[in-house]
């Protein structure tokens, strides 16, 4: 399978991908085709027309405002896909840029999912319930063609939550999710605190739309979204000393401010979403 192509599908709001390009072009195993997708959204959406403008075998997804962390990146995330034809999706780790601020760093340490940990041996991370977490994410991950089309693709209509969905979805069509050891891109975290705070907003409301196609992966209170708020409300003040994540399902001491109010914008979003599909049922 050494013959087959890697087509790079980069969904873009401005089309400022030059310093991407670059980097791709110098990987010692670089993409036959880079796809930019500018001004399509939600993420989803845009990927799909990615694909459908691309013709390569593997197809590689990599968020425009990430940059590869060195020149071997797309060699390692694709060669267990041109190694074999198992049901197989992998992906790299993502690292905040060295010269990110001291904000920035403060987020990385506090947030979950801003930064995914590289490492040495290959960690399969499969998003099993009940919590439904993996180590990968379409920052940059890689699927064989022939696979991607047969699961239908990105769902085109979430806001935020795609490649969790596309995830899960996969998973229960029998696929693995492989992080590659050694490989990571450089992903800067938000900027400030209004676009952390409406980062994590959407994601709640991705969550909520996710959930409305998916109830099953609901929790707890989740399914009465107003009592929902009530608890995420109370335990606001108490989430700040003793942070819980459902990414990490686990109490613990601690002073993580951030990590309060992201889970709480997250449970906002979740409940407008929750609350705007009920009034359309």
Request: aromatic share 8%.
């Amino acid at each position: 399978m050494s013959g087959e192509q890697v087509s790079a599908i980069i969904p873009s709001r401005d089309g400022q991908v030059d310093a991407l390009r670059q980097r791709l072009s110098a990987q010692t195993r670089p993409p036959d085709e880079i796809v930019v997708v500018v001004g399509v959204s939600p993420n989803g959406r845009a990927r799909n027309e990615g694909v459908a403008r691309s013709h390569g075998d593997i197809l590689l997804f990599i968020d425009d405002d990430a940059l590869p962390g060195d020149a071997e990146l797309v060699a390692r995330v694709v060669a267990p896909l041109l190694a074999g034809d198992e049901r197989l999706i992998t992906g790299a780790a993502k690292l905040i840029p060295p010269d990110s601020s001291r904000f920035q760093r403060w987020v990385a340490r506090e947030v979950p999912r801003i930064e995914h940990t590289v490492v040495a041996q290959p960690l399969e991370s499969n998003p099993d319930p009940p919590h439904y977490r993996t180590e990968l994410t379409t920052t940059c991950a890689a699927i064989r063609r022939e696979h991607f089309e047969a699961l239908g693709g990105f769902n085109p209509t979430l806001r935020r939550g795609v490649d969790t969905e596309f995830f899960v979805r996969a998973r229960r069509a029998g696929f693995r999710l492989l992080l590659v050891p050694h490989a990571w891109t450089w992903h800067p975290a938000p900027p400030n605190l209004r676009a952390l705070w409406r980062k994590h907003f959407l994601y709640g409301v991705g969550h909520a739309q996710e959930l409305a196609a998916d109830p099953a992966r609901a929790r707890g209170l989740q399914r009465r979204p107003l009592l929902y708020l009530l608890f995420r409300t109370a335990i606001l003040l108490p989430n700040v000393f003793v942070p819980f994540s459902y990414n990490d399902p686990r109490w613990r001491l601690g002073f993580r401010p951030l990590k309060a109010l992201t889970s709480y914008a997250a449970a906002l979003g979740f409940v407008w979403q929750s609350l705007r599909q009920g009034r359309r049922a």
